[in-house]
């Protein structure tokens, strides 16, 4: 076997394997979708042929053989199926019914490729009229009659229902369009017979005509029960009733069986006839006699009126609020009585009560201790063998108020709202608490909710008046009790703030201790903060106990030079602030004293220098020059005078600026252009000049 055929063996294998028979590898056709349309219309009536029309929407070339597998559905449900090559199929409904509306669809399958189309609602109206037969139409008390009842041509699932003078009496579902049933009618009247049927289509259901009525004759049996009931009239509670159920039976021997029942309690069941007695109950008594005969069953009622003995008691206590541990009394009493059949001494009145120490003090009066908790009680009037009870009395005793507690809630703040808090540990709500100054009621107020208390808002001008307050409780016929003065600090807002230096400002010289001085009126303890114009952030803080505080700063320099201030705040929250400081730092003497040995020194120099020059010109001729340094003034630290003496001539100058010799004879400038102080031509005169320097 060569390559090539092996190859092409391989090929068919792979093919064959891949694509089963009837599939198209490359199918010339496009499937789209499905297509159902009803004819001759969606609404119809009864007894129409109605096609649905299923198409598929393809697209194939003329050589192509597709074939089509269609599914016809309603309601969810496959109705049929057909395989064929058309691309288009009908299904046929002939003669439709009711039961044929629904929603149907069309489903088509090429080569496993499914489509459906939408759904398409098929609506048949009109029903058949129902047919009734009635095998008897006159029958025996308790006789069967058989009835059919018929929809002729209908289907699908039917419900048929049958009526007797227009009351139901029967419903029942059919497997078929017919459902025969047996009725039995009671009673000598006539009776008219009619149905009708139901058709179920979901969700709904649709209802036919009523049929043809047939009348029924029923013929009733000679036999009847008799109840007789004695007495009938006047009758009270306790009496004896005498009640006999029998049997009126003219034409038969038989003897049949009787019941005698009340309500739904049976009292006796024999043959023929019951005699019962029983003691009367109010307010009605309802008795029925009634008799069994095969299929028959017939009753009679009868009923008697019963007068009340006595009505049942009722309970009340006294006082009606009950403290703990109090005195209470409790009072049982029938509100009316039949006097003509009952005496007072006759009605017995009891409590039910666990308490051992009750006492009876007159007709349904007790006298007993208020329980601690929530108590039920009830009593009876009995009278003649008749026992009554009262309704449920609960009893809930109160809790006293305990004397009350007043306390100020936050801070107290002279001259502002005041929050005064007033409770008591016990007692039952509601409670009343009075706010009271020197004993004088200022205002009311109720709580009703349990861990609440008493909120009252003053304001005080004077901080003695906190401690005429005090409150009252009280919750009900109780005393009222009235709380202890209230004791409480008040705290007075901060005023007049002022500040001292030390020492003066004029006198404050570098390397000095400064001590500034804060001072307010009010409450302490009090927080200070100092300030320096300009800062946000304060320089210190200080909480004090006392109404002053100090800022001291060791060593001052020139740069604590400035203003300053202070503010303080307490418990009020109000904030006060100083006016402002101002701080001059002076230069430490012991500096002045260095700068102006500094500047003797440079004048010195200078004035030596001019000395020696001037000596140095002029020391062939034996002139003499005299040169003194002395301040200007005795009184001045910073003014000094240069004093030059040339024989008796004296020439001053200030020590701010230099002295110079200018080069000429008996010349000395003072450094500018502009001033020029002249010196004697002769300075064999010793005259003296000074100059003054400041510092």
């Not at 029942?261 to 024999?270: P, T």
């Not at 919750?475 to 409480?488: C, F, I, V």
């Amino acid at each position: 076997m060569g390559l090539p055929l092996l190859l092409l063996l391989l090929t068919s294998t792979l093919l064959s394997t891949c694509f089963p028979p009837g599939s198209m590898v490359n199918a010339l056709y496009s499937f789209r979708g499905a297509d159902l349309s009803i004819e001759p219309g969606d609404h119809v009536n009864r007894d129409t042929d109605v096609t649905l029309r299923c198409k598929a929407i393809i697209t194939i070339s003329d050589n192509e053989e597709v074939t089509y597998f269609y599914t016809v559905i309603k309601d969810s449900i496959d109705l049929y199926t057909k395989t064929t090559t058309i691309d288009e199929f009908e299904y046929t409904l002939p003669k439709v019914r009711v039961s044929n509306t629904g929603k149907y669809e069309c489903k088509i399958s090429i080569n496993g490729t499914e489509e459906t189309s939408k759904l398409t609602k098929l609506t048949v109206t009109g029903l058949s009229r129902p047919e009734l037969r009635i095998d008897k139409t006159e029958v025996t008390e308790g006789e069967e009659v058989t009835v059919s009842c018929r929809a002729p041509g209908e289907t699908g699932s039917i419900y048929f229902t049958f009526y007797d003078n227009s009351n139901e009496i029967i419903e029942k579902r059919a497997t078929s369009n017919e459902l025969q049933t047996k009725l039995r009618l009671s009673g000598s009247s006539n009776h008219s017979i009619y149905c009708t049927y139901t058709v179920s289509i979901s969700p709904t259901s649709v209802n036919s005509e009523k049929s043809e009525m047939v009348k029924v004759t029923v013929k009733e049996l000679p036999i009847k029960p008799v109840l007789t009931i004695s007495p009938r009239d006047n009758v009270f509670e306790g009496d004896t009733l005498s009640i006999l159920c029998t049997v009126d039976n003219q034409h038969s021997t038989e003897r049949l069986q009787v019941e005698l029942s009340q309500g739904a309690r049976l009292l006796a069941r024999e043959y023929a006839t019951i005699q019962h007695s029983l003691k009367a109950t109010a307010p009605a008594l309802m008795f029925e006699c009634g008799l069994n005969a095969g299929s028959v069953n017939k009753f009679m009622t009868g009923s008697v009126s019963v007068n009340e003995l006595f009505l049942a008691p009722t309970l009340t206590v006294s006082p009606r609020e009950v403290f703990q541990h109090d005195n209470m009394m409790l009072t049982c009493s029938s509100e009316k009585q039949a006097y003509q059949r009952l005496r007072n001494t006759e009605l017995i009145y009891t409590l039910n009560s666990s308490d051992n120490a009750l006492t009876m003090t007159g007709t349904g009066v007790f006298n007993l201790t208020a329980p601690m908790y929530d108590f039920n009680y009830t009593c009876a009037a009995t009278a003649k063998g008749i026992t009554k009870h009262s309704e449920i009395l609960t009893v809930r005793p109160k809790v006293a108020v305990s004397r009350p507690f007043i306390k100020v809630h936050g801070n107290a703040v002279l001259g502002q709202l005041i929050q005064i808090h007033c409770w008591s540990d016990h007692g039952t709500l509601p409670i009343n608490y009075t706010l009271l100054i020197d004993e004088r009621k200022l205002v009311t107020i109720t709580i009703r909710l349990p861990n609440q208390k008493a909120v009252f808002n003053i304001s005080i001008n004077k901080t003695e008046d906190i401690n005429k307050y005090s409150c009252a409780a009280k919750n009900g016929m109780k005393e009222t009790l009235t709380s202890s003065r209230l004791n409480a600090a008040v705290i007075v807002p901060l005023s007049h703030p002022s500040t001292l230096v030390v020492p003066e400002s004029g006198e404050i010289y570098e390397g000095h201790l400064l001590t500034l001085f804060c001072k307010v009126n009010g409450t302490a303890p009090i927080t200070f903060m100092w300030y320096r114009t300009g800062d946000r952030q304060p320089l210190n803080t200080t909480n004090s106990n006392q109404t002053f505080t100090t800022y001291e700063v060791p060593k001052v320099t020139s740069q604590h030079s400035g203003k300053y201030y202070c503010e303080a705040v307490n418990q009020a929250r109000n904030i006060v602030r100083s006016e402002e400081v101002t701080i001059e730092v002076h230069m430490a003497k012991w500096k002045k004293a260095l700068i102006v040995g500094t500047v003797l020194l440079l004048v010195s120099g200078v004035v030596l220098a001019i000395v020696v020059y001037i000596k140095s010109r002029r020391g062939r001729r034996g002139e003499a020059t005299d040169l003194s340094v002395k301040p200007a003034s005795p009184k001045s630290d910073d003014t000094f005078r240069v004093t030059l003496t040339h024989d008796t001539e004296v020439y001053n100058a200030p020590t701010d600026a230099a002295v110079f010799y200018d080069g000429k004879e008996g010349r000395v400038t003072n450094g500018t252009r502009d001033s020029v102080a002249s010196l004697p031509a002769d300075l064999s005169n010793r005259s003296s000049y000074s100059i003054p320097a400041t510092v």
